[in-house]
């Protein structure tokens, strides 16, 4: 059985690229950037890109690349995506436990990226936000060591489900919730994470989770503690990353690098830090600079698994500096 259980969306992603998109300053969007597309027009393509995405994939390949038996929960379709997800997870030995939606097709993201790596993605979750908490097998999970959630599409009966599971078992979770769970409101998600053991979010999510000023990441850290997770995680993009453990605060800082596309960066910090967490029996310098690594080698590479770091790779702690705050 697999140490590690992956659970969230699995997506065909399709990347598309032009010379036509141009990126402009935009104070009214919440990055600042903005790229405006006319309808009426067509728009040439330079290239177009295809691989499989989704938070538990994209997870699933970290673990898989680290050399952490790994297994994979997600929904996908009875059509050429979710058999193309299926034959991807297959040819690299991760546990298929991929459940078929015999009405939706397989979730689907169109990624539109800029020449500075910035992006913009249309998403359609399809089948990615459909499981139900009856087909999450109880006996499976409790064999893990670790279940790694990801977005669940807004369904918090599953995550409920898998925490339940989690209280009867000595099964540990790691949480990295999406938007959609986000937004069902502090007061549901917040009840939830008493029974979480790590749990990982970007600054914004943080923010809107817990109420505090965007500036205030030592107060997001000290209130997200505080509703029980073990190991609180803050990514904050080329600012680096924060964490809080027991009474201990840290901010781990990065140096700047090219960023190509951003997407699955987080998945990539968060899994490797798990990873790492495993390997270095909870070391977390080790840990954060793993992590760090990974999510920085990513964003240097088009798609959200190409750049992924393999077991054995040397730790660049020379791109990370972690002080205490």
Not at 117 to 130: F, K, N, P
Not at 225 to 245: C, E, K, M, N
Not at 248 to 275: E, N, P, Q, R
Request: charge should be positive; proline fraction near 2%; charged fraction near 25%.
């Amino acid at each position: 059985m697999p140490d590690i259980i992956t659970i969230g969306s699995a997506t065909q992603d399709v990347y598309v690229f032009s010379k036509q998109f141009h990126v402009h300053d935009d104070p009214r969007r919440g990055s600042g950037r903005a790229e405006f597309f006319a309808f009426g027009t067509k728009i040439e393509l330079d290239d177009i890109f295809f691989e499989i995405g989704g938070g538990a994939t994209n997870s699933a390949f970290t673990f898989h690349r680290q050399g952490l038996p790994v297994g994979c929960i997600a929904k996908v379709g009875q059509d050429g995506a979710g058999q193309e997800v299926r034959r991807i997870l297959r040819d690299c030995k991760i546990k298929d436990y991929l459940i078929y939606d015999q009405k939706q097709r397989t979730g689907r993201s169109v990624i539109f990226l800029g020449t500075l790596g910035e992006r913009t993605i249309l998403v359609y979750r399809g089948a990615a936000q459909s499981i139900k908490p009856k087909e999450i097998k109880p006996a499976r999970l409790k064999a893990a060591q670790w279940l790694y959630v990801t977005s669940l599409g807004g369904n918090m009966s599953v995550l409920k489900k898998i925490i339940s599971i989690k209280k009867s078992s000595h099964t540990s979770i790691f949480l990295n919730p999406g938007q959609l769970e986000i937004r069902q409101g502090k007061k549901i998600l917040n009840s939830l994470l008493k029974d979480v053991d790590i749990l990982l979010l970007n600054r914004d999510e943080a923010a809107a989770v817990t109420g505090r000023a965007y500036s205030n990441i030592k107060g997001m850290l000290l209130e997200l503690s505080a509703l029980g997770p073990g190991v609180v995680l803050i990514t904050d993009g080329q600012r680096g990353s924060y964490l809080a453990v027991d009474k201990t605060f840290l901010h781990v800082i990065i140096k700047s690098v090219k960023c190509v596309d951003t997407t699955g960066a987080g998945d990539a910090y968060g899994s490797a830090f798990l990873s790492g967490w495993l390997r270095y029996r909870g070391d977390l310098h080790k840990s954060l600079t793993l992590a760090s690594n990974n999510a920085e080698s990513v964003v240097q590479k088009i798609g959200a698994k190409h750049g992924l770091l393999a077991r054995g790779s040397r730790l660049n702690s020379s791109r990370v500096n972690i002080k205490r705050i």
